[in-house]
């Protein structure tokens, strides 16, 4: 059993985290290189969100958005 923890161990720190330590070792000379990751997701989250806002101003200058307080029955 103890193999078995040991070889989860191995494959951690010797091929997944292989990124993670490229990146820390990267931060000492660049800051920014080392975050681009962050930045990138950044930038996809902007532009969802303003994707999302321009759907919902669409669907409300349509109508087709269902306000009225009583459109669920258990709202009656």
Known sequence: MRAFFE??????ENVLFLPHNY????ELSS???????NWLFM???AVAMVYWCKQL???KDNHEEDQDT????FLK
Do not use: D, E
Request: some cysteine; charged content about 10%; aromatic content about 18%.
């Open 7 to 12: 070889g989860i161990q191995w494959l951690f």
């Open 57 to 59: 101003k669409f669907h």
């Open 43 to 45: 930038i996809v989250c």
């Open 23 to 26: 990146l820390r070792k990267l």
């Open 31 to 37: 800051w920014f290189a080392a975050n681009i990751i």
């Open 70 to 73: 009583t459109a669920h029955s």
